[in-house]
């Protein structure tokens, strides 16, 4: 019902104002593989790929195509919903091995924007022995997705009125108001579809998919929230796991808490400490530029404090005085999406809070060419929201802001708000897993995450590596988010032996980064030895730093969680 909000207690649904509540069937690990029918395991039945070249021109050299799976699992011969795929063939056929599965994260990242944008980035041996394979989750992108604007110019013309985060009394009533006004829309459109996008309903899709490509196990590389619906498939279907890269690791304890139909104290990205490891992150970011000269570093003082004095006087001088566009809340944000990514991005970083502080507004990205895509900025709800608990009062999250800002400094203000829309999102997943997470899978699982990841630290993929029934944690040396897209030649060489050798690296292995950032001296890259230290983190000091422009489409940081 429009203009009522849905409270989640701790015992489970309360339904304020009489309004009409959706239950949610929470799944656990009695049962929940799905059984063989007839002796044909479930997801090896009616879907069929027909594969032919892909229409955009970003896609050059990929093959795509439409697969139909069932929108409700529980009821399989009722609505079903379309998956857009994508792959490009194994560029070895007489080696070719097989297929791998990618995940792009987001949570909802489309695959068919993913996969052509980091399919570089795999290692070449890898690219060479498998058609590498991906697809837009159900809910997003090109498959049947959640959309709530007729046009993307609708669409954007909405988001452009809503800032990255509210900064005040005024901002915070309509920042609510707003996100308010999303659910609505959307609870308008497609009510059911909302109630079946969760991660569970796509691992199954996913297995739908292993089947149609002919694979009797899985092999798979999920990166940042990608991670999460790997650990999700490695329990719901433990007897057919190949081989399954988690690379950025969600904590699935953190993501699920007690279930979705429980109303936790923090908000998803506060319990998984994403405010705790940009803070992190920017702290490394400022002292490696403090120490780099400034044709290395933009924004260098001369000295780690320094910068760090430097950047904190930016950040007061434009609560109090924008330039341009560029408000506190726009620097802010473009200051988390500019530390995903070392190279180039840290250096583009570095020069647009240089330009800031010189009193100057960056020059903004070109529009791409073309008809505009649809941002879908709230797919990344549809999931979120109703997989994931979050607070179900509006008004608790100018104290969860004040809490996460002592902790994490001004980056924290974005993870606070990016769990608000959830407050009023209008449906919760009619069937979720919440684990066990230990179900013993046909092959171990290899976790990888760099030591500073801003969005998922380093602690999410020691409690991955913890909770899985077998499990090698592989730790990158290194900054940003993934070490797929801040790439180590030594953390592909590993890939590439335990994908196609089944070999996984010796306990407490580590990689470095290929490039350091700034140009600052690091051990040589691919050093792979020696039992791993825990990075040094105090979890929960910085203030935060400098930004880079991003335009708003489904690649782009700025309008993804992780």
Not at 79 to 90: H, K, M, P, S, Y
Not at 446 to 458: K, R
Request: proline share 10%; with cysteine; hydrophobic share 35%.
């Amino acid at each position: 019902m429009p203009g009522v909000r849905t409270r989640w207690t701790r015992r489970g649904a309360v339904c304020a104002a009489g309004a009409l509540l959706v239950s949610s069937a929470v799944v656990t690990g009695a049962g929940a593989a799905e059984p063989a029918r007839g002796g044909v395991p479930v997801g090896d039945e009616g879907t069929v790929l027909e594969w032919k070249p892909c229409a955009g021109e970003e896609q050059r050299g990929f093959e795509c195509a439409r697969a139909n799976v069932p929108l409700d699992y529980a009821r399989p011969g009722r609505r079903t919903v379309e998956l857009a795929v994508i792959r490009r063939r194994a560029t070895d056929s007489a080696a070719r091995a097989g297929s791998l599965f990618f995940n792009p994260g987001g949570p909802g990242g489309p695959g068919t924007v993913g996969l052509p944008a980091l399919y570089a980035k795999f290692p070449e041996q890898l690219r060479e022995r498998y058609d590498i394979i991906s697809w837009d989750p159900r809910g997003i992108g090109e498959s049947t997705a959640v959309r709530c604007f007729d046009t993307a110019e609708e669409a954007l013309g909405w988001h452009a009125r809503v800032p990255a985060f509210p900064v005040g009394a005024q901002q915070r009533g309509a920042y609510i108001a707003a996100y308010a006004d999303l659910a609505r829309r959307c609870e308008q459109r497609d009510p059911e579809l909302l109630r079946h996008v969760s991660t569970a309903d796509t691992a199954r899709d996913l297995d739908r998919l292993r089947g149609a490509v002919g694979e009797r196990r899985l092999s798979y590389w999920g990166i940042s929230y990608g991670s999460f619906l790997g650990a999700t498939y490695a329990n719901l279907f433990p007897h057919r796991v190949g081989r399954l890269v988690l690379d950025g690791n969600v904590d699935p304890q953190r993501w699920m808490t007690d279930g979705p139909r429980s109303e936790p104290e923090l908000p998803t990205f506060l319990r998984l400490g994403s405010d705790l490891g940009s803070a992190d992150t920017l702290g490394k970011f400022l002292e490696l530029c403090g120490r780099a000269p400034a044709s290395g570093c933009a924004f260098s003082a001369g000295s780690p404090s320094a910068t760090r004095a430097k950047l904190s006087g930016l950040l007061q001088r434009i609560v109090k005085r924008p330039v341009g566009p560029w408000t506190y809340a726009r620097t802010v944000s473009e200051i988390r999406g500019g530390i995903y990514r070392v190279t180039p991005e840290w250096a583009t970083l570095a020069k647009t809070l240089q330009t800031l502080w010189e009193g100057r507004a960056p020059l903004e990205p070109a529009p791409p060419p073309g008809p505009l895509r649809y941002p879908g900025f709230e797919q990344l709800y549809g999931v979120l929201c109703s997989d994931s608990p979050n607070p179900g009062d509006p008004g608790r999250y100018a104290a969860l802001d004040s809490l996460s800002t002592a902790r994490a400094g001004d980056l924290g203000h974005w993870w606070t708000w990016a769990g608000e829309p959830c407050a009023t999102w209008p449906a919760r997943a009619s069937m979720s897993y919440t684990g066990p997470w230990d179900r013993p899978t046909a092959h171990p699982v290899l976790v990888v995450n760099p030591a500073y990841d801003p969005a998922t630290p380093y602690q999410g993929a020691k409690a991955m590596a913890r909770e899985l029934a077998d499990a090698r944690l592989l730790t990158l040396n290194g900054y940003g988010h993934t070490a797929l897209d801040n790439p180590s030649r030594c953390v592909g060489r590993y890939a590439v032996r335990y994908f196609v050798e089944g070999v996984l690296p010796p306990e407490g292995a580590t990689c470095n980064q290929d490039t350091p950032p700034f140009a600052t001296r690091t051990p040589t890259a691919g050093a792979a030895a020696g039992v791993h230290r825990a990075p040094a983190s105090r979890w929960g000091w910085e203030r935060p730093q400098a930004a880079r422009p991003c335009p708003l489409t489904l690649a782009c940081p700025r309008h993804s969680f992780f």
